[in-house]
């Protein structure tokens, strides 16, 4: 059965080319800093929001059309891994993510809920071999179903620690079996809406305990895959504790656990903690800690994740930079963790979406690797903290400064500050690149 008959293969035509299923940007053989677009950009398909997604919302019920739909439980699992694996091949994608309850259905017990799973992670064990397509990383639904209202780890309830547990232990068990390159985690109700009713010390040493048990899991069935912490400050908590980049670090490094954790920062949710993407990209790149990107980004009026597919070819261009500055992303790549709009519900939309993510970020890449080629916001820079390359400033910063020689040096200075961050040269440079570079 074919899933998507109206799709032929999606290929690059250039910026010219006016057929809506073709890219106009993307093109993946193309060599941008040594490597192939495909090398630097990775991307990866949502399994959720391409494949299981109804189109709800709060105010209205499912309104996708999609070639599976009549089929339930087991039955709708396997037709979504053949739509899946099809519609990867048409859309030029290598990689993909899930959620264990994205793939297969959840049984009365875990114990059934893991059969259903291994049969699914079968089905896709064997598409990927004849596919060549690969796993970006998996991870756990500890969110959706009701015994995870107080959460999951964070729970108040041992129990549900306990089932949490054993949920990630399976879902490094798949990890392991399909060869998935990192395994993320996002503590989707690891949070709190009140502290009057909160132990927060007990909440944030028990996700801590987790994490630690799924490192020594890891190693003891031999997962060499990159652990990943999402950040997300709220919704559905009001707190969550892995809040932004900066937070989810302090708690890394506060519990041990930075050695083996990276970030895998979202578009969305770093506008929903009042900060750009580029800012939580940076401040991960700058402590060593970015490791993926989930690729969409949010309306700034609307007050919630609204997952949407990266169109801002600022915001994709700024954060080309610093993952081209970060070495790019290494096992990481970037996450269409993104939906159509619930008004374009058929099956062709998917297609437009993942096109314009996909040209969005080339074109960011494109213009970023000239930026950084062209050494025109490094220069400046550069130019800006010159007087810590010599001088007092350099004593500074060589450690060899204290407060009483600092004070001696500037006790009868007359320190004025006239020289200017030329920011409005900087965006009149950013936006001569983005529209002049071919």
Known sequence: M?????????????RKSTNPLAFKYYNPSEVVLGKTMEEHLRFAVSYWHTF????????????????WDGYTGMDLAKKRVEAAFEFMEKIGVQYFCFHDRDIAPEGTTLRETNRNLDVIVSMIEAHMKTSGKKLLWNTQNMFSHPRFVHGAASSPN?????????????????????????????????????????????????????????????????FKGQFLLEPKPKEPTKHQYDFDA??????????????????????????????????????SRIHGMLGSVDANQGDPLLGWDTDEFPTDLYATT???????????????????DAKVRRASMTPLDLFYGHIVGMDSFARGLKVAAKLIEDKVLDDWIAARYRSYREGIGKDIVDGKATLATLEAYILDKDV???????????????NQYLLEVE
């Not at 074919?2 to 250039?14: D, L, N, R, T």
């Not at 054993?166 to 390159?181: H, I, P, S």
């Not at 920062?265 to 580029?278: K, P, R």
């Open 2 to 14: 074919a899933y998507f008959p109206e799709v032929e293969k999606v290929v690059f035509e250039g």
């Open 52 to 67: 299981t997604l109804p189109g709800t919302d709060p105010f209205g019920n499912a309104t996708m059309i999609r070639p």
């Open 158 to 222: 041992a129990d549900v620690f306990a089932y949490a547990a054993a949920q990630v232990k399976k879902g490094l068990e798949v990890a392991l079996r399909l060869g998935a390159e990192n395994y993320v985690f996002w503590g989707g109700r690891e949070g709190y809406e009140t502290l009057l009713n909160t132990d927060l010390k007990l909440e944030l040493d028990n996700l801590a305990r987790l994490f630690h048990m799924a490192c020594d899991y890891a190693d003891e069935i031999g």
């Open 246 to 283: 900066a937070n989810t670090i302090a708690f890394l490094k506060t519990y041990g656990l930075d050695d083996r954790f990276k970030l895998n920062i979202e578009a969305n949710h770093a506008t929903l903690a009042g900060h750009t993407f580029q800012h939580e990209l940076a401040v």
């Open 318 to 336: 700024l954060a080309m930079i610093e993952i081209l500055k970060n070495g790019g992303l290494h096992s990481g790549g970037l996450n269409f």
């Open 416 to 430: 004025r500050v006239t020289t200017s961050g030329r920011q409005e040269y900087l965006l009149a440079v950013l």
